[in-house]
Each structure stands twice: as structure tokens, then as C-alpha cells.
């Protein structure tokens, strides 16, 4: 096992935010694509977006209080918008109202509370003209005629992709964490110049540790547990809300780190009619049982448009803060 994941094998325990536009309209990060919707109709976000409540700290002092070690961010989802002030785009938080670096804040507030820091960035987007459309699995204009036949350049699209992903990695100091999501299809590594990538984000950030999804999601581990793992394999294998029996191995039955990605209702994104939240008691069973078979658990919240941590998140996340504390090691 690689040296620099020690402290996420001893962190166990992280906070996913899922935050953006599509926290206005309340039903989930896939809403655009859901809605077919094109870039200009998503475009009615961008120009409400307004998060007044917008406060960072308090969402790392949530997590901490909950006994959470590390909290990722989505920079960028699927959407394409930027929480950054990226200078290769103008969709971004520092044009809308909120007129400033969210990320920079959040970053900050991190440090500020002693907790890792890590970025969410999507290699897919949906925003971006050179991004595949028609017969994508899941681009908003997939089933668009319109787009059938028109040309795009996705190595300008890489370009750009690997652009923004140098601005993360030199311009917020050291991250702890980076969370590529994700490759799918035919779409595997080699498609996003992975390679490339990774070796940019490492002569930047050697120590970052980076998950596994530039090869695959889901069940779909890609290399990270042969024996001959590619560069861009990462540096834990990431299930999603089902733990993996066994916990997960190399090739070789050698424990290897994973974080079960887990959230705490349905949805990743805000969803406003989503009340099925889990019970602090299972969730912290959860928790339990990752860390019993080796692995970490990031749990999620979807603060709303205003970027309030729903108040349910809020108390569930009290009561698990509790149960860490009766029960920490002294
Ligand atoms: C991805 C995102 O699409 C989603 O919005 C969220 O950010 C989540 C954490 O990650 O969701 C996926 C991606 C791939 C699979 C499942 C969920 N998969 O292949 O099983």
C-alpha cells in the first residue's frame, strides 16, 4: 500500500458535498440531464444563482463535529459549472451573483478547522461544445437530432478538461484528495488522455491521492487490484452505497484502500420532495462495517440553493457526532 494513502487509511471517515446548480431546482445533480435540457435552458440557474447562505465553515464544522476527517467538494459536476474562478471559462460562481472563488473559501475552511481537503471534478460535461452529444449514453442531447450530425474537436474539450484540472492543482496549495468521476463505456482512460493527466497532477501535487473512476465506476475497479496497475488506476477503489463483502483485494487477496461513497437519502444533489434519509443508527453501522473490512465511508449531504445543509442532514449528522464521541479511543 502506498505511503501517501496512510492518512486516508486512518481518516475512515469524509464528507461528500454535492453542490451547484442544480440545487435550484431541487431534484438531484442529473436534473439537466434527466430533463433533456439544453445549455440554455440550464442557463436560467446560472443567472438565479445567488447562495446568500454561503458559508463554508459551518458546513467543515458540521463534519468535524461528526467526527469526519476529510471533506470533498464537487468543483465541477456533470453540468459544467464551475464553483472555481477557472480563467477558461465564464460558467462559473464568479460570474453569477455569488461574484467570487467558492472553492478558494472552502478550501480555506478546511485548513482553518484541521480537516483534508479534497476536490470532486467531472471529466464529463455537459456544458461544453466539444463534448460528445448525440448517442452519448447520458449528455442532456442524446436523443437531439439537432446534434446528429454536427462536428466536434474533443481534443479541445480534453484540452480544456486538463486545463482546469492544472488550475485546481496549482492554484488552491496542496490537496489531500482528488475525486475524478467518471469513465464509462468505451470511454476508458486512454479516451481522457488519463495518463497525461496524472502525470500532470503529479509533478504538481505528488502526495494527492486520487480515486479510481478514470477507469471505470460502479463494480468496474479497472486495474487499481492487478498486478500491473495503469498510472491513472488511482489510489483506492471507490463502491458506490453497496459495501463490498470482503472488503476489496488485489489480485494477489491483499486488502487494498477503498471508500464506500454513500448518501444519506436518495440523491446526490439537493432534492426537496427526498425525505427517505437513513437512521443515524445505520449509518453509523455502515461506517462500522466499511472500517471492519478495511475501508473508509464518505458520506453525503446536498446543501440547497442557498447552501444550507438540509436541516434533517444537519440532525442525523448531530447524532452520528455523538455516537463518535462516546465512542472515540482516548
Ligand atoms: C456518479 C455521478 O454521476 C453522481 O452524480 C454522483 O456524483 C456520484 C457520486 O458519482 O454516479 C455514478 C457513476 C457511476 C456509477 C454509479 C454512480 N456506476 O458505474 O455504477
Redesign the pocket.
Known amino acids: 500500500i502506498k505511503k501517501r494513502t496512510k492518512w486516508f487509511m486512518d481518516a475512515r471517515f469524509g464528507m461528500?458535498i454535492?453542490w451547484g446548480l442544480y440545487s435550484i431546482p431541487a431534484c438531484?445533480?442529473?436534473v439537466m440531464s434527466q430533463k433533456e435540457m439544453t445549455v440554455e435552458e440550464y442557463r436560467g440557474y446560472f443567472d438565479q444563482f445567488d447562495p446568500v447562505d454561503y458559508n463554508p465553515k459551518k458546513w467543515v464544522r458540521l463534519a468535524k463535529n461528526a467526527g469526519m476527517k476529510y471533506v470533498v467538494l464537487?468543483a465541477k459536476?456533470?453540468d459544467g459549472f464551475c464553483l472555481f474562478d477557472s480563467k477558461l471559462t465564464d460558467y462559473k460562481a464568479t460570474n453569477t451573483k455569488a461574484g467570487r472563488d467558492l472553492v478558494r473559501e472552502f478550501v480555506d475552511a478546511c485548513r482553518e478547522e484541521g480537516l483534508k481537503v479534497g476536490l470532486?471534478f467531472?471529466i464529463?460535461d455537459w456544458h461544453h461544445p466539444d463534448f460528445p452529444k448525440y448517442g452519448d449514453k447520458?449528455h442532456p442531447m442524446r436523443n437531439n437530432e439537432a446534434y446528429k450530425d454536427e462536428k466536434i474537436d474533443f481534443d479541445r474539450y480534453l484540452d480544456y478538461m486538463h486545463g482546469q484540472v492544472r488550475e485546481l492543482v496549482t492554484n488552491y496549495g496542496r490537496l489531500d484528495l482528488l475525486w475524478f468521476?467518471?469513465s464509462?463505456d468505451d470511454m476508458t482512460g486512454e479516451k481522457w488522455r488519463a495518463s497525461d493527466l496524472i502525470r500532470m497532477v503529479r509533478t504538481f501535487q505528488p502526495d494527492v491521492i486520487i480515486d479510481n473512476?478514470l477507469e471505470?465506476?460502479?463494480?468496474?475497479h479497472g486495474s487499481i487490484a492487478k498486478e500491473h496497475p495503469l498510472i491513472y488506476s488511482g489510489d483506492f477503489a471507490?463502491p458506490?452505497?453497496i459495501i463490498p463483502p470482503e472488503g476489496v483485494c488485489d489480485e494477489k487477496g491483499e486488502p487494498i484502500p477503498w471508500e464506500l461513497?454513500a448518501?444519506m437519502n436518495n440523491h446526490?444533489?439537493y432534492c426537496n420532495f427526498d425525505h427517505q434519509y437513513k437512521s443515524p443508527q445505520m449509518l453509523v453501522r455502515k461506517l462500522v462495517e466499511c472500517v471492519s473490512k478495511g475501508g473508509n465511508m464518505i458520506l453525503?449531504v446536498g446543501p440547497d440553493a442557498k447552501g444550507n445543509i438540509p436541516t434533517e442532514s444537519v440532525d442525523i449528522l448531530e447524532k452520528v457526532g455523538k455516537w463518535m464521541q462516546k465512542n472515540k479511543e482516548s
Open positions: 461528500f454535492h438531484g445533480e442529473w464537487t459536476h456533470h470532486y467531472s464529463i447520458q468521476d467518471f464509462y473512476r471505470g465506476a460502479g463494480d468496474n471507490s458506490e452505497q461513497c448518501t446526490w444533489g453525503n
